[in-house]
C-alpha cells in the first residue's frame, strides 16, 4: 500500500483525479512507449479506415466482372491484379476489410455479453448454477474450436452471418471462464461484504462493484479473440462454410482463387497478406493492452 | 438500558472441508460453536478473542452476510432468521457494521461521496440533493470536510478512511452497529481518537455497539459489558469493571495478564499461555480451553462445561465454578 | 496419485456424455431429413416412414439419444451415407493419417519453438530475438491454409522440391500394417518408401506446426527471461560454466511443464487445424474425411469424426493432467 497522502494538505476542494484517469493516464504512458502495440493500433485504424471509406477508396465494385480482362498480374491499373472473373482484387480486398472486421468485432461482443452473463451468474450465484454452467464450458471448450463452428454452421446453413454466430458461440467459454474466475476474486473482497452489509441487492453489487473490476482482463482478452475469430472465419469461408459468392471475403477470396496459383499467385497473395496484416495488428494491440493494463498477465 | 435490542441465542457455523478420497466432506470447521448473548438498547458489548476464535464470523452472522448453520436472532422481537432474502436487505437498515481493514472496506473505484451515499440509494432515503447534504454532514460529523466528497479513498490515511467507514455506517441512522475490529489496523495514536469518535456518535445517536476486538485493553474504554470468546465459544460474559478487576475464567485471567500494566509497580502474576490456539476443525475433547489451562482438572479433559451464571450476574463456562 | 487419476478419470465422465450429447444435438438440429438425404429426393413417402422406423426416427427425442450411446458404447460408429461401410471400421486410416501428421507437426512445434524462445530470450533485445519473435508474431497470425497454400506454390510448384498432395506417390503407394506410415515401411524394410512419406509429410506438417511453434516459443521465451535473472542463473554463471549449458540445462529442467501445457492447449489447435491443412494438402486424415462428409451431406460421418477428434483431445488433456503430477512435485493432489 503506498502512504495515504494526506487529504487536509490541500484545502481548495478540487476533485482530486479519480484512480480510473488515474489508471487510464498510467496506462496510456506506458501503452504509448510500446511501439509495436502502436504499429498495431495504426495497422487496425488503417483497415477499419479501408473498410468505411472502400466505397471510396475501391476502384472497382466487389463484382464488376470483366472476362477479357481476367487473372491479369498486377499493373498500374489494378494494383493487386484480377481474379478469373476479371474482377480488380485491391478493390475486393478494401471491400472484403468490411465484412472480416465486422464478423470480429461482433462475434467478439456477443461472446463477451454472453460469457459474462454465465460467468457471473456462475461465479456470484455459485452452488449447482456454478458446476452446470462450468461444466458446460468444459465440453464446450473439449472441441476444437474450429470444428464446433463447423458443426454450428451445418445447422445453421453456410453463411458469413451464421459464421459470425458460430464463431461467438464456440467463445463464449473462453469469457465465461474468465469473467468467472473475477467474480470469484472480487467477492471476496471486503467492499463487497461492506455492499452487502448496507443491504445492496445482488444486481447493484454486480454492476457497481463487479462488473468494473472486471473489465480489464476482458478487453485484453476480447482485442486477441478479434484476431482468432478473424482467422476462423476466414477459415470456414475457406472450407465453402462461410461467406457464399460474391461476397469479397478474403477466406473465401483464397479458395475461389486456389487453382489459379500456379498461373496467378497473386490472387492467392494479396488476399492473404490483408488477413495477416489485420491479425497482426490486433495480436499486437492485444499484447500491448495486456502489458499496459496487467503486468501480471504478460506470459 | 435493561430491554433487550438484540438476542443471540445457540448460535453455529460450521464450515464442511472438503477434501480426502472423492471429494467427501472429511472435516467440519466450527467457526462458531454455540454463541448466545443479549444486548441492551444504548450498550456496548465488546467481544473479546485470539484472532481466529470466530468474532467476525458471529459479527458477519447477525447480519446474515454468512448464513449461520443454526441458531436464533432476535432482533426488535423478530427473529432475523426467518427473514427473506428481501426482508432482510431491509432490515440492514437498522443494523450496520464497520469493517476492520479500512483499505479494502472502501471500493477504491468510487468516490467517498458515493461510497457514503450509496447506502441511502439503497434503502432509497431522500433525493440526489437532500443525500447530498446529508454526506456532506455526515463527512463533518466523523471529523473530516464536505469537500472530501468528491475523493477518492486512496487519497485517505487509514484513520480517515476509517472515518469514513463510520459515516457510510451512519447513513441510514441504524439503531446497532457492529464494529469488526475498527481500530486494529490504525496506529495506537489514532486508535483513540477514533474509539472517542465512536463514543461521541454513540451518546449523540443513542447507538448500540457491538464492539469486536482481540486486544481486551481497546474493549476496557468502550465496553459496558464484556464476552470473552475461545475456539467458537463464550467462556465468559460480564460487566466491564468487574470482568477486568475480577477476572474468573482462566483464560480471561491469562488475556488479562498478558496486557502491558501502565504502572510497573503493580505487581501481577503473568500467566504464560502454552502451546497454540488449537484449530477449530480438531477442538480438544471437554473443555476446549484443557490443554492450555494452568487450572485443568481431571474432569475438563472429560466433560464440556456449561454455561452457568454466577450470582453476580456474570456468564461462565469453567468447571471451577 | 492413485486416487487423484480416479478421481480425473470420474471427472472426464460428465464431459464426455456431455460431448456426446452436444454431437447429437447439432446433428438432429441440422435442417432436413436423414431418410430423405439417405434415399434422394425420389424416395416415396412409405419408403421413407418405413426408413425412419427402421432408423428409430420415430422415437422420441431421449430414446433416440440413449440408443446412439448404446451404439457408441459398442463400438458403433454409424454407417456412411456415403460408402454404406461401418464408420468404425473405415476412420481408423483416416485417424492414423491424422495422428502421423499431428504427431510430427508436434515435434517440429516442440523442437522449434522450444530453441527459438529460449535463443530469443538468451540474446535478448538483439536482431535474432526481435526476428524470432516478428516471426512468431507472423506465425500466430497466419491463416493456416494460406501458409500452405504458399508451401505448395513455393516448394512443389516452383522449385519442384516436394510433393504437394497425398501421403505417398500413388505409383508407389505404402502397403498399410497400422496405416502410420512411417511406422510401416520401416516394419517392412522399405526405406525407401520411408523416405518418401518423410517427404509427402514435410509441407503439411510445416504448415500445421506453425501457430503452436509460435506459441511455445513465446511462452519458452518468456519464462526463460525469468529463469536468466535467477540466482541459480547467477551461481552457475560465477562458478565458471559457460552459457550456453548452463541456458539449455536449466531450460530442459524446466521445460516439460509448459510442453505439457502447450501439447495439452495445442492438441486441440492441431486436430481443428488438421480439417484445413489436410484439404489444401490431400491429407486422407480424419479433417479430410469430414470435409468430404460435409460436401456429401454424410451425416454419421460428421457426427462421427467430430466426436472422435474431440475424444482424442479430451483424452490427451486427461494424460497431460496426469503428467503434471509426474513432472511437477508443486502440484499436490487433493
Ligand atoms: N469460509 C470459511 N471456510 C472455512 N473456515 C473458515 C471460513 N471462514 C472462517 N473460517 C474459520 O473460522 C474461524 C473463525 O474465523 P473468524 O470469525 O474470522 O475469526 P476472528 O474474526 O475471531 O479472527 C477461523 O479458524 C477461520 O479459519
Ligand atoms: S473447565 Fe477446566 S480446563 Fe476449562 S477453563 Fe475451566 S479449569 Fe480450565
Ligand atoms: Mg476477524
Not at chain 2, 495478564?257 to 501502565?262: I, K, L, T
Not at chain 3, 486424415?285 to 460436401?295: D, P, R
Amino acid at each position: 500500500m503506498p502512504q495515504a497522502s494526506q487529504a487536509q494538505l490541500d484545502p481548495s476542494g478540487a476533485p482530486a483525479k479519480s484512480p480510473m484517469t488515474f489508471a487510464l493516464g498510467e496506462f496510456w504512458k506506458s501503452f504509448r512507449k510500446n511501439k509495436p502495440a502502436i504499429a498495431g493500433t495504426i495497422i487496425v485504424l488503417l483497415f477499419i479506415f479501408f473498410a468505411i471509406f472502400a466505397g471510396f477508396l475501391a476502384p472497382q465494385g466487389i463484382n464488376d466482372q470483366n472476362i477479357r480482362l481476367k487473372l491479369q498480374p498486377p499493373s498500374a491499373a489494378h494494383w493487386f491484379g484480377t481474379d478469373d472473373f476479371g474482377r480488380d482484387i485491391l478493390s475486393r480486398i478494401l471491400f472484403g476489410a468490411r465484412l472480416s472486421l465486422r464478423v470480429g468485432f461482433l462475434s467478439v461482443i456477443g461472446s463477451i455479453v454472453v460469457g459474462t452473463l454465465l460467468g457471473i451468474i456462475a461465479g456470484y450465484f455459485g452452488k449447482a448454477l456454478d458446476v452446470i454452467i462450468s461444466r458446460f464450458f468444459d465440453i464446450l471448450l473439449a472441441f476444437p474450436s474450429i470444428l464446433l463452428s463447423i458443426a454450428i454452421v451445418a445447422i445453421l446453413g453456410p453463411s458469413l452471418n451464421n459464421a459470425l454466430v458460430a464463431i461467438a458461440i464456440v467463445n463464449v467459454p473462453v469469457f465465461g471462464r474468465l469473467v468467472r474466475s473475477r467474480v470469484l476474486t472480487v467477492k471476496e473482497e471486503e467492499y463487497v461484504m461492506a455492499a452487502r452489509s448496507i443491504g445492496m441487492g445482488d444486481a447493484r453489487i454486480i454492476f457497481q462493484h463487479i462488473l468494473p473490476n472486471s473489465i480489464a482482463p476482458i478487453i485484453v482478452q476480447g482485442t486477441l479473440n478479434i484476431a482468432t475469430a478473424i482467422l476462423d472465419a476466414a477459415g470456414l469461408g475457406f472450407l465453402g462454410m462461410g461467406a457464399q459468392a460474391p461476397l469479397p471475403e478474403w477466406g473465401k477470396m483464397l479458395s475461389d482463387s486456389r487453382e489459379y496459383i500456379q498461373t496467378a499467385p497473386w490472387t492467392v497473395l494479396f488476399p492473404g497478406l490483408a488477413i495477416v496484416l489485420v491479425v497482426v495488428g490486433f495480436n499486437l494491440i492485444g499484447d500491448g493492452l495486456r502489458d499496459a493494463l496487467d503486468p501480471r498477465m504478460k506470459n | 438500558m435493561n430491554e433487550a435490542l438484540l438476542q443471540v441465542e445457540n448460535l453455529k457455523k460450521y464450515y464442511p472441508i472438503k477434501g480426502g478420497k472423492f471429494g467427501k466432506v472429511s472435516e467440519t470447521v466450527r467457526a462458531v460453536d454455540g454463541v448466545s448473548f443479549s444486548v441492551r438498547e444504548g450498550e456496548t458489548l465488546g467481544i473479546v478473542g485470539e484472532s481466529g476464535c470466530g468474532k467476525s464470523t458471529t459479527g458477519r452472522m447477525i447480519m446474515r452476510l454468512i448464513e449461520p448453520t443454526e441458531g436464533k436472532i432476535i432482533f426488535q422481537n423478530r427473529n432475523i432468521m426467518e427473514l427473506s432474502k428481501r426482508e432482510m436487505r431491509k432490515a440492514r437498515k437498522d443494523i450496520q457494521m464497520i469493517f476492520q481493514d479500512p483499505f479494502a472496506s472502501l471500493n477504491p473505484r468510487h468516490t467517498v461521496g458515493h461510497i457514503i451515499e450509496e447506502p441511502m440509494i439503497v434503502h432509497r432515503m431522500g433525493d440526489k440533493k437532500e443525500r447530498q447534504k446529508r454526506v456532506e454532514e455526515l463527512l463533518e460529523l466523523v471529523g473530516l470536510n464536505a469537500y472530501h466528497a468528491r475523493r477518492y479513498p486512496h487519497q485517505f490515511s487509514g484513520g480517515q478512511r476509517q472515518r469514513i467507514g463510520i459515516a457510510r455506517a451512519l447513513a441510514v441512522r441504524p439503531k446497532v452497529i457492529i464494529a469488526d475490529e475498527p481500530v486494529s489496523a490504525l496506529d495506537v495514536s489514532v486508535q483513540s481518537q477514533v474509539l472517542n469518535l465512536l463514543k461521541d456518535l454513540q451518546k449523540q445517536f443513542h447507538l448500540t455497539y457491538i464492539f469486536i476486538a482481540h486486544d481486551l485493553s481497546v474493549v476496557r474504554h468502550i465496553s459496558d459489558r464484556v464476552g470473552v470468546m475461545y475456539l467458537g465459544k463464550i467462556v465468559e460474559l460480564s460487566e466491564c469493571e468487574a470482568l477486568y478487576n475480577h477476572p474468573q475464567h482462566p483464560y480471561t485471567k491469562a488475556l488479562l495478564s498478558a496486557v502491558p500494566v501502565p504502572d510497573p509497580d503493580v505487581k501481577t502474576d503473568r500467566i504464560i499461555l502454552q502451546g497454540d490456539v488449537p484449530s477449530p476443525a480438531h477442538p480438544p475433547a471437554g473443555c476446549a480451553f484443557h490443554d492450555r489451562c494452568p487450572a485443568a482438572m481431571d474432569i475438563c479433559s472429560k466433560e464440556m462445561p456449561m454455561l452457568k451464571t454466577l450470582e453476580d450476574g456474570r456468564k461462565i463456562s469453567c468447571h471451577l465454578y | 496419485m492413485f486416487y487423484y487419476s480416479i478421481k480425473r478419470l470420474l471427472m472426464l465422465i460428465p464431459v464426455l456424455l456431455g460431448m456426446t450429447l452436444i454431437v447429437f444435438a447439432i446433428i438432429h438440429a441440422i435442417p432436413g431429413n436423414p431418410a430423405l438425404t439417405i434415399l434422394g429426393t425420389k424416395a416415396t413417402p412409405e419408403a421413407i416412414h418405413s426408413l425412419n422406423r427402421s432408423l428409430g426416427l420415430d422415437n422420441p427425442w431421449y430414446i433416440q439419444y440413449f440408443s446412439y450411446l448404446k451404439d457408441i458404447l459398442s463400438g458403433d460408429l454409424g454407417t456412411s451415407i456415403q460408402t454404406h461401410t461401418p464408420i468404425a471400421s473405415e476412420i481408423w486410416p483416416h485417424l492414423a493419417a491424422t495422428i502421423e501428421l499431428s504427431f510430427i507437426a508436434m515435434i517440429i512445434a516442440v523442437f522449434v519453438g522450444i530453441n527459438a524462445g529460449i535463443i530469443s530470450a538468451w540474446k535478448q533485445n538483439t536482431v535474432l530475438d526481435y526476428t524470432a519473435m516478428i516471426l512468431a508474431l507472423i506465425g500466430v497470425s497466419m491463416p493456416v491454409f494460406w501458409l500452405g497454400l504458399l508451401e505448395q506454390w513455393g516448394f512443389s510448384i516452383k522449385l519442384q522440391w516436394l510433393p504437394s498432395i497425398g501421403r505417398d506417390d500413388i505409383r508407389n503407394s505404402v502397403d498399410p500394417i497400422t496405416n502410420l506410415y512411417l511406422l510401416d515401411t520401416l516394419l517392412q524394410g522399405r526405406f525407401d518408401q520411408f523416405w518418401m512419406v518423410l517427404r509427402h509429410l514435410i509441407l503439411p506438417s510445416i504448415a500445421l506446426a506453425t501457430i503452436p511453434t509460435a506459441i511455445i516459443a513465446r511462452m519458452t521465451r518468456s519464462s526463460m527471461l525469468e529463469v536468466l535473472k535467477s540466482d541459480y542463473i547467477r551461481t552457475a554463471k560465477a562458478k565458471g560454466q559457460k552459457m550456453v549449458w548452463i541456458v539449455y540445462k536449466y531450460a530442459l529442467k524446466n521445460a516439460f511443464i509448459p510442453i505439457l501445457t502447450v501439447i495439452g492447449l495445442q492438441t486441440g489447435l492441431l486436430l481443428g487445424g488438421a480439417i484445413l491443412t489436410e484439404t489444401i494438402f490431400g491429407w486422407p486424415g480424419v479433417g479430410l474425411y469430414i470435409y468430404n462428409a460435409i460436401q456429401y451431406r454424410d451425416y454419421p460421418v460428421i457426427q462421427s469424426g467430430i466426436l472422435v477428434i474431440a475424444f482424442i483431445f479430451v483424452m490427451v488433456n486427461f494424460v497431460v493432467d496426469l503428467l503434471y503430477g509426474l513432472f511437477d512435485p508443486r502440484i499436490k493432489y487433493r
